[in-house]
């Protein structure tokens, strides 16, 4: 269970704005974080992993992070951008967070992207990229995950695989995800719960046909 | 016949200056590029001072820092016997101070050209700020360092001013290249001031061809 209760000033896309955000997560569940660009997204994950510093507390399973540096926190992150390690191979950006090579052949088995095991990143294409990204944020076998927008700079086709690799993961690590996205359908299609956010402040928070409406031509919108 | 020794006096000075600054330089750079304290303009125009200073008044300041009338020369000087002024040691010292911008700055650049988000990755994979900046940061900014590193090593071969002020013109002990170019002109001897002049001018081009032709395929194979 993570118990999440913070404050902090932001800039925001709308001028000085407060993040303030109290919420509960169970274990195991798979929250989408929603809401326009400067509403806070970013800065909660950031939060939760301990990069920024902000007022209240943070429980996991009733221990407080106030005080856990980062490395510590035992946490897999995906960041937008990847953020690779570009002096090294496939199989050594795995291997850096832990140096277990069964589990990391079977993550990459599991990401068909055994053959790239060797390869550099620096020659990999966006989409197998952010499966690296995500093959390494797993490594650690991380009790949280959390993924600030990893489908956004991925073409459809990309997108796509990468949603069903992200959710096979979730099926079968059952590992706790919070993943902040802008596009509704995949947030339909990976959530158990949406949050959306909005100048900082819980806006809607529920499951995804609570949140979400569907309209026709399975586009999903936030509902009004 | 020519007479080697100052050019390989000036080797040793350059390496050994340029290995201790290197070992120094690296944590003042990180720091640098990390912090957001007010202290950091001021740090940085106190580096950067050798640049626009004349050698003569970086020379003067040293001499008077170093000579055995002072607290700190007098402290080396009866603690552990050591002369800092007249002395390869005095020289070593003073190079420190004149090479010291040639080495942060471009540190300095090459870790706030990086990734952000690469860094913290890092971070969240557990790693500590020493095991990121030697398995991370370092390798991913090699013509930073190797333009640290060259053009140091050659800046300080080519120093004049300060060596002459601190070290003075002990044969084998402080009569580096420059000086006894200098000494040569003084005395008219032309065609040996040619020779020693010469090397200066081919061993400088082609420290820095190579340091350009090595950022040029970096940038090429896109390690940059």
């Given at each position: 269970?993570?118990?999440?209760?913070?404050r902090?000033?932001l800039?925001g896309?709308?001028g000085?704005?407060?993040?303030?955000?109290?919420?509960?997560?169970?274990?195991g569940?798979f929250?989408?974080?929603?809401g326009e660009s400067g509403?806070?997204?970013?800065t909660l994950?950031?939060?939760?992993a301990?990069?920024?510093?902000?007022?209240g507390e943070?429980y996991?399973?009733?221990?407080?992070?106030?005080?856990?540096p980062?490395?510590?926190?035992?946490?897999?992150?995906?960041?937008?951008?990847?953020?690779?390690?570009?002096n090294?191979?496939v199989?050594?950006?795995?291997?850096?967070v832990?140096?277990?090579?069964?589990?990391a052949?079977?993550?990459l088995?599991l990401?068909e992207?055994?053959?790239?095991?060797?390869?550099?990143v620096?020659?990999?294409?966006?989409?197998?990229?952010?499966r690296v990204?995500?093959?390494?944020?797993?490594?650690?076998?991380p009790k949280?995950?959390?993924?600030?927008?990893p489908?956004?700079?991925?073409d459809?086709t990309m997108r796509?695989?990468?949603?069903?690799?992200?959710?096979k993961?979730?099926k079968?690590?059952?590992t706790?995800?919070?993943?902040?996205s802008?596009?509704?359908e995949?947030a339909y299609?990976l959530?158990?719960r949406?949050i959306?956010?909005?100048q900082?402040k819980?806006?809607?928070?529920g499951s995804k046909?609570?949140?979400l409406k569907?309209?026709e031509?399975?586009?999903y919108t936030?509902?009004s | 016949m020519?007479?080697?020794?100052?050019?390989?006096?000036?080797?040793?000075?350059?390496?050994?200056?340029?290995?201790?600054?290197?070992m120094?330089?690296?944590?003042?750079a990180?720091?640098?590029?990390?912090t957001?304290?007010?202290s950091?303009p001021i740090?940085?125009?106190?580096t950067?001072?050798?640049?626009?200073?004349p050698?003569s008044?970086?020379?003067f300041y040293?001499?008077?820092?170093?000579?055995?009338?002072?607290?700190?020369?007098g402290f080396?000087?009866?603690?552990?016997?050591v002369?800092l002024?007249?002395?390869?040691?005095?020289?070593?010292?003073?190079?420190?101070?004149?090479?010291?911008p040639?080495?942060?700055q471009?540190l300095?650049n090459?870790f706030e050209s990086?990734?952000t988000?690469?860094?913290?990755?890092?971070?969240?994979?557990?790693k500590?700020?020493l095991q990121?900046?030697?398995?991370?940061a370092l390798?991913?900014?090699k013509?930073a360092?190797?333009t640290?590193l060259?053009?140091?090593?050659?800046?300080t071969?080519?120093?004049f001013?300060?060596v002459?002020?601190?070290g003075?013109?002990?044969?084998?002990?402080?009569?580096?290249?420059?000086v006894?170019?200098y000494?040569?002109?003084?005395?008219?001897?032309?065609?040996?001031?040619?020779?020693y002049?010469?090397v200066?001018?081919?061993?400088?081009?082609v420290v820095?061809?190579?340091?350009?032709?090595f950022?040029?395929?970096?940038?090429?194979?896109?390690?940059?």
């Open positions: 269970m993570l118990s999440i209760d913070i902090k000033a800039h896309s709308q000085q704005m407060h993040l303030d955000v109290n919420i509960d997560i169970k274990q569940e929250v989408v974080l929603m509403s806070g997204k970013t994950l950031r939060v939760l301990g990069l920024e510093k902000a007022e943070v996991v399973e009733g221990n407080s992070w106030t005080n856990v980062t490395q510590q926190r035992g946490i897999g992150f995906v960041f937008q951008d990847y953020a690779l390690f570009d090294m191979t199989e050594e950006n795995l291997l850096f832990k140096r277990d090579e069964k589990f052949r079977e993550l088995e990401t992207l055994t053959g790239l095991s060797t390869h550099h620096k020659s990999l294409s966006g989409g197998q990229k952010q990204a995500l093959c390494r944020a797993m490594m650690n076998r949280l995950l959390l993924m600030d927008e489908l956004s700079a991925l459809v796509q695989i990468l949603q069903s690799e992200i959710k993961f979730h079968m690590f059952g706790t995800t919070i993943m902040v802008h596009d509704a995949s299609t959530a158990d949406i959306v956010l909005e900082g819980i806006m809607k928070d046909d609570s949140v569907k309209e031509k399975i586009v936030l509902s | 020519i007479d080697f020794a100052p050019f390989l006096l000036s080797f040793k000075l350059a390496g050994i200056t340029t290995l201790i600054l290197f120094m330089a690296i944590p003042f990180w720091w640098l590029s990390q957001d304290s007010k950091k740090l940085e125009a106190i950067a001072l050798p640049i626009v200073l050698p008044v970086l020379g040293i001499l008077v820092v170093l000579s055995p009338n002072s607290a700190l020369g080396f000087e009866d603690t552990f016997g002369k002024v007249f002395s390869f040691t005095g020289l070593v010292v003073a190079s420190c101070f004149y090479s010291l040639f080495m942060v471009p300095q090459g990086l990734n988000h690469m860094l913290e990755a890092s971070y969240l994979a557990g500590s700020k990121t900046i030697r398995h991370v390798p991913n900014m013509p360092l190797i640290a060259i053009i140091t090593f050659a800046h071969v080519g120093e001013g300060v002459l002020m601190v003075g013109s002990i044969p084998n002990e402080t009569k580096v290249a420059s006894a170019i000494e040569m002109v003084e005395v008219m001897e032309y065609g040996k001031a040619h020779i002049s010469g200066m001018v081919a061993m400088s081009f820095l061809l190579l340091v350009y032709i950022n040029h395929k970096q940038k090429k194979i896109g390690i940059v």
